[in-house]
């Protein structure tokens, strides 16, 4: 499977838990991105990577989360002292931006659904 | 900052049959993208169509196109033939020409299809 892979799928924690997931982008792919799904809603920006840099952090982005792309391939997002307002999807996507307008489309995995009881 | 408004949280039409979803967004760049994208119940999400702002025909991919009124900064999604799998939430993303090219979505509209 070449796509983009997100581990795990599903996640209960107790609050006050620190959390990681994996997401493993498309290999050839320069950018990755993490959002944030909360239910009936459209996904929102967290952060994203360019290779092993991370470029932008979004105000939702509290001291709480942190997120690295080591040697620019995988990338983990920690959640510290989850509480219940982390519940949500946390997806992943990366692309491929190169120095022409063509740039790829971002390709989504499938989401890490926590829950924060 | 650049916003996404999809004003229909739900919308359903028979097997077959074409429906349209709305979607409007601002910005005062020239230089971006819109994009639809498909979420299906437990999957990830999917690229369904892609418009770049500069170009002025309208995008097609097979059953789907849209309508792109650029002053208008309107982007809506046309399903032809409708059918049984297009059931789905289906967001409208814009993505700025530069810097980090996240996605802004709209809050999505659920549609379903009536066999």
């Known amino acids: 499977d070449t796509g983009v892979s997100q581990d795990p799928r599903h996640k209960i924690t107790k609050r006050g838990q620190n959390v990681t997931f994996r997401c493993d982008p498309i290999s050839e792919h320069n950018r990755l991105y993490w959002y944030r799904q909360t239910l009936g809603q459209g996904p929102e920006f967290l952060t994203y990577?360019?290779?092993?840099?991370?470029?932008?952090k979004s105000r939702l982005l509290s001291d709480r989360f942190s997120a690295e792309r080591p040697k620019g391939s995988f990338s983990t997002l920690e959640i510290q002292r989850t509480e219940q307002g982390d519940s949500a999807m946390y997806l992943c996507a990366s692309s491929l931006v190169g120095h022409s307008r063509l740039n790829t489309e971002a390709f989504f995995g499938q989401g890490t659904r926590l829950t924060v009881v | 900052a650049q916003t996404v408004t999809q004003s229909q949280p739900e919308m359903s039409v028979q097997e077959a049959e074409t429906v349209t979803l709305s979607c409007t967004y601002d910005t005062s760049e020239s230089d971006y993208y819109l994009f639809w994208y498909k979420q299906p119940p437990s999957r990830q999400m999917i690229l369904v169509i892609r418009q770049e702002a500069y170009k002025q025909q309208n995008a097609t991919e097979n059953r789907f196109s849209v309508n792109f009124q650029k002053a208008a900064k309107s982007f809506s999604l046309k399903i032809s033939d409708s059918q049984l799998g297009d059931a789905a939430m289906y967001f409208c993303?814009?993505?700025?020409?530069?810097?980090?090219?996240?996605?802004?979505f709209g809050q999505g509209t659920r549609l379903t299809i009536n066999p």
């Open positions: 993303a814009y993505r700025s020409g530069k810097g980090a090219q996240k996605l802004v």
């Open positions: 990577f360019q290779n092993e840099a991370q470029l932008e």
